[in-house]
């Protein structure tokens, strides 16, 4: 018998199961995965995420895994650069997946947590409503009073209790990605362009990752030659093209239309969603694995001291950036009003940050879009 069972032992999942552990409860993880084990992702770990990992005592791990890690970022909307550090000395990294869900695995062994690689779920078991453990594949049963769902976001905890969609938007964009040897690449640089976004950033073992998105009406026009239209995309960058074209690529290139945009009740009988299982959001804004890693702590706390608030406060951290994702997920260009605003947070490095701290997780939304903040930022410019 465990105190809590785990589905899913990639962020979320792992760094749930650490701190619960931490915490001495006897938990047991579980994942059809095999680590080291790759998966689709966006890679940034966002400064609020990094700080986490640091509190943890994992980030020099991941640094001496041979990580890049950065405190500046070049954000190009358009033609309107923003370009400095983030607030209170942030940091910001792109592990590969092999990297850093390895790490998080171990560090929930070594904190007493039984991870069982190799696991396939077959579904839950139930008296009632209630959850009360998981039933394998292979007809092994395991009973816990809580089950946790970190199986991301076709989520069979999910599906098997019926989770309520609090909130759903139609996927928008068709993503791809691939990595990249002999780039110049020093920090990382984020683009947007009308119809299109980009992303680069350094990762491990020297390489960079080269992401780039299209509306999802576009797949299929864009699947006949993957490639050819992401260094299309790529050259509309300044000279990011050149120095791509003047690299190469050393892996298969990754494409994806399933990127949903769905909110989840986080909490039922016995049960509980962390991660993607419970809010998943299109990877333009990168906040996935910052979202799981938020999720398992805020999850492990609520859950070690009996807490009640998870659902509130999660919604609450992440339902403003939903909506602005969704938003930017539609590749539409600044126009109007927004343009301003943005070409004035570009004249002050002060507006800079605070902008970039929206997406390093440090930042509210409603801070930055507060009328009293907005008016004060167009003040300024109109100044000079």
């Known amino acids: 018998m465990y105190d809590v069972i785990v589905v899913g032992a990639r962020p979320a999942g792992a760094a749930t199961a650490m701190l619960l552990a931490r915490h001495g409860l006897r938990v047991l993880v579980v994942d059809r995965a095999r680590f080291p084990s790759d998966t689709l992702s966006t890679h940034q770990i966002q400064p609020a995420g990094v700080d986490r990992l640091r509190r943890w005592g994992l980030l020099e791990r ?63 078991l139930k008296d009632g409503d209630r959850v009360h453990g998981i039933r394998g594949r292979d007809g092994t049963e395991h009973r816990a009073p809580v089950v946790v769902g970190a199986d991301g976001k076709h989520s069979l905890v999910a599906k098997e209790v019926a989770a309520p969609v609090l909130r759903e938007v139609a996927p928008r964009t068709v993503a791809s990605y691939s990595y990249w040897e002999g780039v110049d690449m020093p920090v990382g640089e984020l683009y947007h362009r009308p119809g299109r976004a980009v992303a680069a950033f350094p990762t491990n073992d020297g390489l960079t990752m080269v992401y780039a998105a299209a509306p999802v009406e576009e797949f299929g026009t864009w699947r006949t030659d993957v ?53 998943v959001m299109d990877p333009v804004t990168a906040q996935g694995i910052g979202n799981a890693l938020a999720d398992a702590e805020l999850l492990a706390s609520a859950i070690a001291g009996a807490g009640t608030g998870y659902q509130r406060e999660r919604d609450d951290a992440r339902l403003p950036m939903f909506d602005l994702t969704t938003g930017i997920a539609e590749l539409r260009p600044a126009k109007g009003f927004n343009a301003r605003f943005l070409r004035a947070v570009a004249r002050r490095q002060a507006s800079t940050e605070q902008f970039l701290g929206v997406f390093a997780g440090t930042v509210p939304v409603r801070a930055l879009r507060r009328p009293g903040n907005v008016a004060r930022i167009l003040v300024q410019r109109a100044r000079g």
């Open 62 to 124: 991941l640094i001496a895994a041979g990580t890049p890690v950065t405190g500046q970022v070049r954000f190009d909307i358009g033609g309107t650069v923003l370009e400095g550090r983030f607030p209170a000395g942030g940091l910001l990294c792109s592990p590969r997946r092999t990297v850093l869900d390895k790490l998080l695995v171990d560090a929930a062994r070594e904190a007493g947590a039984e991870v069982v690689e190799g696991f396939h779920v077959a579904g839950l």
């Open 227 to 279: 490639e050819g239209h992401l260094l299309d995309t790529v050259d509309r960058c300044g000279d990011l093209g050149k120095r791509v074209r003047d690299g190469r690529r050393v892996e298969r290139l990754r494409t994806t239309v399933d990127l949903p945009n769905v909110v989840r009740r986080a909490h039922g009988p016995g049960w509980f969603l962390v991660g993607d299982a419970g809010l």
